[in-house]
């Protein structure tokens, strides 16, 4: 299993709010180390949707939001579109494993 | 535009070699370290491994240290994978991504990645 945790799943009707949790622990979010998140729709590459914490790269609409507290981050989509049924990855560093760490990814389904 | 374009995977036995590939294209190769993050049939994604934008340094995850290598070519702008001794484990398809951060100070992450190449390992 991964060493960050995500839900499975997760699903909102068109126009509404969403968050997606991401659940680390000591030797990785909650050390300071920053977060990531990607976005992957199936058979094509991933798209990075939030750099350090909470950083939009540019062209990612500002409808994407990321935040970090303690042994956690969420990254939240407002406004949900259909476009938005994807898989979501938060990533991470472990002082411990001393590599790169990432959740199990996040179905959301628009409904 | 940027590029990375993996290649080189296939079946193989439990207990043979494989070398993955990643052409990349469209910047200035030698500016950026990468990395190879693989995703097992209906799992999430796993690093494997991380060359510095200097090839000075490389670091793998515990489940492949000491049996994949992970090296680059300037010349080619081409980063590989050598696998060797399989596992059934390995099945996945193996994506290579572009180091936008520092992995020296925990902050590697990735603003390209590649459609991926799958493996299958399999007697």
Redo the contacts between chains.
Sequence with gaps: Q?VLTQPPSVSGAPGQRVTISCTGSSSNIGAG??V?W?RQFP??????LI??NSNR?SGVPDRFSGSKSGTSASLAITGLQAEDEADY?C?S?D?S?????????TKLTVL | QVQLVESGGGVVQPGRSLRLSCATSGFIFSNYGF?W?RQAPG?????VA?IWFDGSNQ????SVKGRFTISRDSSMNTVYLQMNSLRVEDTALY?C?RD?GH?SR???????????TLVTVSS
């Design positions: 991964s180390y920053d990531y990607y058979g094509t590459a991933l798209k990075l750099y350090a790269p990855y990533q560093y002082s494993l001393s590599g790169v760490v990432f959740g199990g990814g | 990395h993050v799992k999430g994604l796993e690093w991380v670091y793998y995850a515990g994506y991504a936008l992995f925990g902050s590697s992450y990735f603003d390209y990645w590649g459609q991926g």
